[in-house]
């Protein structure tokens, strides 16, 4: 990862559609929110049970997707990995080769080994590993029933998560703790004026409650080790599949992209997992090379992103096609190769428990109404850690009127 960072640029104000797995995957393959689509219910999407039940989609949406664009432009097709999308947008339905169902190193390495022994020019390669996902089955182990099927299901990532828990060798306790595992983190206790809606997102699943109310303080800081050591882990199949894009002597011939679906709380407030709007599960990282295109090192702390709806247009501009789904998305392609553009100053984001705008002076509005209508209002400049809330500050009503309106004409009209 820092190695794309080094000879690309890094987006540090980037944030995911929805902050869990499948409506965030939905958004990046259609470059549209997941609630622009119904499960078979007729339920509008905002989680992920509704989103994996998404039945057939529109001609519309087959011949706005990325596979189309990308398809339409002369490229090859090729995913592996995690998918956790519904059947309609499965890449296998939108065209593309399956290269293998393996989330791990057999990805990293069937990744390589494409890369350099192919003769498809050019071609579309979706890489879904994914750690540091594992981390998720700590809390799911201590606080579940013994007989949740995940617990049953998911050997490989309970051993990869006890690897990731593992001490250094010859480290007692005591010097593991103060001199190797991470500290607690600075936000470690719950929001002073915490929503509702977080308790009552925490209530629907016994091992999220089960984290906030048992962990101790040496428990959130293994978590984050643990977290740590899953990111090494998937850094070095990034590796794998770096090296073999240098060894096939196309580096300089290929835009590299790199982001997530989702973040994680990891001990942020006593939560582990992901839904909420604060910035440990909606702010993702969101980098991009490509040697001799993209100025090297640049860091950008300004300009707003949106995985889900930005990624389209941006590789359909790289790709030489016009590409377009939700109109609010935006090529990257300006900002990547230091180029001025007009650019928006407000992004929305959704989830289950209700919608978010943040802005370009780095405040963030949220309504949430998993437990009734709740308003927040965040400045990150002041508390970036969001330990509090200046929703009520006097202060702040010029923007809190200017952001809700965002969300509700902007963002958000139909919801």
């Known amino acids: 990862m820092d190695y794309i960072a080094a000879h690309g640029i890094r987006f540090t104000r980037a944030y995911t559609p929805n902050p869990v797995c499948s409506p965030a995957r939905v958004s990046l393959i ?38 189309a664009f990308l398809k339409q432009a002369g490229y090859h097709l090729i995913y592996g990995g995690k998918e ?5 947008m499965t890449p296998t339905a939108l065209g593309f080769t399956d290269l293998t169902d393996d989330e791990r190193f057999g990805l990293a390495q069937e990744a ?3 890369i350099k ?36 299901q998911g050997k490989t990532e309970l051993a990869t998560l006890d690897w990731a828990l593992e001490y250094p060798e010859g480290v007692t306790e005591e010097d593991f703790f103060d001199k190797y595992c991470p500290t607690a983190p600075v936000n470690l ?49 990034i590796q794998m599949i770096l ?58 702390t300004l300009h707003l992103v949106s995985s889900g709806l930005d990624l389209l247009p941006t590789l359909c501009d790289f790709a030489g096609v016009k590409g377009m789904s939700d109109p609010r998305g935006m090529s990257l392609r300006p ?7 007009k650019w928006r100053t407000t992004l929305g984001v959704e989830s289950e428990i209700g919608w978010m705008v943040v802005d370009q002076d780095k405040h963030k509005y949220i309504k949430y109404d998993a437990a009734g209508i709740e308003e927040r209002l965040h400045d990150l400049n002041k508390d970036p850690y969001e330990k509090t809330h200046f929703t009520d500050h006097p202060g702040y009503q010029e923007k809190l009127t200017f952001l809700r309106s965002e969300l509700d004409e902007s963002w958000f009209p139909d919801r």
């Open 189 to 237: 206790e719950p929001q002073h004026g915490e929503p509702n809606a977080i308790n009552h997102m925490l209530t629907q699943r016994d091992f999220k409650i089960g984290a906030r109310e048992g962990y101790t303080e040496k428990d959130w800081r293994k978590h984050r080790w643990a977290y740590c050591r899953l990111t090494e882990r998937v850094d070095g199949q």
């Open 243 to 300: 090296d073999a894009l240098k060894q096939s002597g196309n580096e300089n011939n290929t835009l590299v992209l790199f982001s997530s679906d989702h973040g994680d709380m990891d001990g942020a407030h006593r939560l582990e997992h992901k839904t909420t709007f604060y910035e440990e599960s909606a702010n993702i990282p969101f980098l991009a090379m490509w040697r001799g295109r993209i100025p090297e090192g640049k860091v950008d």
């Open 335 to 341: 900002l990547m190769e230091g180029k001025e553009v």
């Open 117 to 152: 022994s192919t003769d498809e020019k050019p071609y579309f390669m979706m890489v879904s590993l994914i750690n540091p996902h594992d981390i998720c089955y700590m809390a799911i182990r201590d606080f579940s029933d013994p007989e949740n099927p995940l617990l049953k």
């Open 30 to 67: 259609t470059g549209r929110f997941a609630s622009s689509f119904s499960d078979s219910d007729g339920n509008v999407v905002r989680e992920n049970r509704g989103s994996m039940r998404i039945p057939e989609i529109s001609e519309e949406v087959k011949n706005t997707t990325i596979a």
């Open 112 to 114: 390589a080994n494409y």
């Open 84 to 88: 956790h999308l519904p059947k309609s």
